[in-house]
């Protein structure tokens, strides 16, 4: 019965993501631009917590936080319809306009051996520049949930294996992400989203106190990897992935301190994002739940 419904919901993901891998990119902004104004409640989600980030004088914008959200819709509904073109392979030359800086870092700590921990955030088309960087640069792994329907996780996983990226399931993930980087190898880390008091640190995110994930820092302490900060925004012609060199590691403090303080510097590089790209941020995550302000 339960391998019924997960073909059913197969065929239901085919039905509607199909117009997105045919119609112009356009057709995802316009998509974005509908949940911006139906999708009530992750849209309020939105507003608030840009507002309350303007409030704590962390992020300074120059339009109004409903427009800096509308915008923000905008480009999740795009970065949909780009990563589903990509998954029909219909995506090659929207991989073609990313253009990388910083490749030069990657190359340094590649020629190092320790391996090389990707840290970033979900901003931009984060799909992408997974996607581009391992079609374009190097073969990667990436952390990922597993999704509950195995015909769409199947699929999902020989597209991103198509194109060079591994996937490593985030149950038992660390174990494969020590192999990986032991063997020179490179992973990616979304780090920006909230996370279990066991799993992290409450550190100041834009003002405001934000469970982080310690993980980042607890690999790169363990396996020696050089950690590179990389992010993925638009342009006037496609998309721009910029590499920062590798980060130096705090170095005073007990091994807590040492972790709490390098989590401190790795969250630094969104929320400088953030800053510079405003609009292009997952807004409607929770990022702020379980810490009373």
């Not at 059913?8 to 509908?34: D, N, R, T």
């Not at 982080?212 to 607890?218: C, E, G, H, V």
């Amino acid at each position: 019965m339960k391998r019924t419904a997960w073909f059913l919901e197969a065929c239901l993901y085919v039905a509607l993501s199909v117009p997105l891998a045919i119609f112009p990119l356009k057709f995802g902004e316009f998509l974005g631009i509908l949940l911006f104004y139906f999708w009530r409640s992750r849209r309020n989600i939105a507003i608030e917590n840009l507002r309350k980030s303007i409030l704590s004088h962390a992020l300074s914008i120059s339009e109004t936080p409903q427009k800096v959200i509308r915008n923000n819709f905008r480009n999740l509904g795009r970065s949909l319809s780009e990563t589903i073109k990509i998954y029909y392979g219909a995506g090659r030359k929207i991989i073609d306009t990313v253009e990388i800086e910083g490749a030069e870092n990657v190359y340094k700590a590649k020629s190092e051996g320790r391996g090389i921990l990707f840290i970033t955030g979900h901003c931009g088309n984060w799909e992408l520049m997974a996607v581009a960087m391992s079609a374009k640069l190097l073969h990667s792994s990436g952390i990922a949930r597993q999704i509950n329907n195995p015909y769409i996780n199947k699929f999902i996983e020989r597209v991103r294996q198509r194109y060079g990226n591994s996937v490593i399931y985030k149950k038992g993930a660390l174990k494969a992400v020590m192999k990986v980087l032991k063997k020179n190898g490179s992973v990616g880390i979304l780090m920006d989203q909230a996370v279990l008091s066991d799993e992290g640190y409450v550190i100041d995110f834009l003002g405001r106190g934000a469970w982080t994930t310690k993980m980042p820092a607890l690999i790169a302490r363990k396996t020696g990897a050089a950690v590179l900060p990389a992010f993925i925004h638009r342009t006037g012609t496609g998309h721009k992935i910029k590499i920062y060199p590798a980060v130096e590691l705090s170095d005073a403090g007990d091994k807590e301190t040492v972790i709490l303080e390098d989590t401190k510097k790795f969250s630094g590089f969104i929320e400088e994002y953030i800053k510079e790209h405003p609009s292009e941020w997952l807004w409607i995550h929770r990022r702020w739940k379980r810490v009373k302000s």
